[in-house]
């Protein structure tokens, strides 16, 4: 099942590959990119950009930095969770200072996840 996105947004999510965070670019090269199943880097989903999309699971990894935790980033990532959990999506949120002080830990609860989502062509850590 394709899911819905918006054309124009794809200019923007190149934009965003280009200027990772730190702990973006860290998740991503050391560990996402080289995962099986395959995750793609900032996707557009309905009308957003996910900064890490695993099709064969339907799953969401985001990064979040410090504007998630003010009241307007949480009431926008109910938003948006609640739109792409309507997709059939799971979404999986780490903040910056989990990616710098606990990377291993982050990485296993991704790989549990996939783990556990049935899929046969999920590795081991």
Same mark, same amino acid.
């Given at each position: 099942?394709? =899911? %819905? ?11 965003? @590959? ?6 973006? @670019?860290? =998740?991503?090269?050391?560990? $996402? ?7 793609? @880097? ?12 695993? #099709?064969?699971?339907? =799953? ?7 504007? #998630? ?10 938003? @948006? ?10 979404? $999986? ?27 046969? =062509?999920?590795? %081991?850590?």
């Amino acid at each position: 099942m394709s =899911l %819905p996105y918006k054309h124009d947004l794809i200019p923007r999510a190149r934009e965003l @590959r280009k200027e990772m965070t730190p702990q973006e @670019r860290r =998740l991503w090269y050391v560990y $996402l990119s080289k995962q099986m199943p395959r995750f793609q @880097r900032q996707k557009v989903i309905s009308g957003f950009i996910v900064d890490f999309y695993c #099709h064969a699971a339907r =799953l969401v990894v985001e990064v979040d930095g410090t504007q #998630h935790r003010q009241e307007q980033g949480l009431a926008y990532d109910a938003e @948006r969770d609640a739109v792409l959990k309507a997709n059939g999506l799971t979404v $999986l949120r780490f903040d910056n200072h989990e990616i710098d002080m606990n990377f291993s830990g982050v990485c296993y609860t991704i790989d549990e996840f996939i783990r556990n989502c049935g899929n046969p =062509l999920s590795s %081991p850590s």
